[in-house]
């Protein structure tokens, strides 16, 4: 008797279970970009995004791709780009999630060799993990990464970005 009792205590519990299961409305997760910031992903790229405008320099922002092969093909959504007359590429980064967002920059800049890819960091002398004495100044120097602090692009990439090459168009 027990033993019946049991499955029908179980039975009952398993229904009960199935039947919040569906009644519950699924969560929704919240957009990519908050209304504050949009379209930028964030506050620090909002900023970027405000001194290239202060400066009076047309880009994109989140445009276009960039295809790279490190064992496959894949791509990679550019952050600012489509400067007049230059191929440099701008990434806003406050942090490397992974190790594998670093290799795979490395290996967009080893797929696409024409490209300036510069990097803009909210503080390049953090470490790059919590293991690691190795900054993101010091992983940029490694690989030939330009790159800039504090959230400010510096005032000599601005006439590269506008497409003038040591002050002359």
């Known amino acids: 008797v027990r033993s019946l009792r049991s499955t029908r205590t ?31 992903r964030n506050k620090f790229e909002w900023e970027l995004a405000t001194q290239l405008e202060r400066e009076g320099i047309p880009f994109a922002y989140e445009g276009g791709r960039i295809a790279y092969r490190p064992l496959k093909l894949s791509s990679y959504l550019l952050d600012f780009h489509n400067f007049p007359a230059s ?31 510069r990097f803009v960091f ?28 504090k959230g400010r692009i510096p005032a000599e990439w601005y006439d590269e970005l506008k497409g003038k090459r040591d002050g002359v168009p």
């Open 10 to 40: 179980s039975v009952a519990k398993a229904v009960k279970v199935e039947a919040t299961k569906a009644t519950k409305t699924p969560t929704k997760r919240p957009p990519k970009t908050s209304s504050r910031y949009s379209p930028y």
């Open 87 to 117: 191929n440099i590429i701008i990434e806003g980064k406050g942090w490397f999630r992974t190790s594998r967002e670093r290799t795979r920059f490395v290996d967009i800049k080893a797929s696409n060799p024409d490209l300036d890819i």
């Open 122 to 149: 909210s503080d390049a002398n953090k470490r790059i993990s919590k293991k690691s004495k190795t900054t993101y100044a010091q992983w940029c120097d490694k690989h030939g990464f330009k790159w800039a602090t």
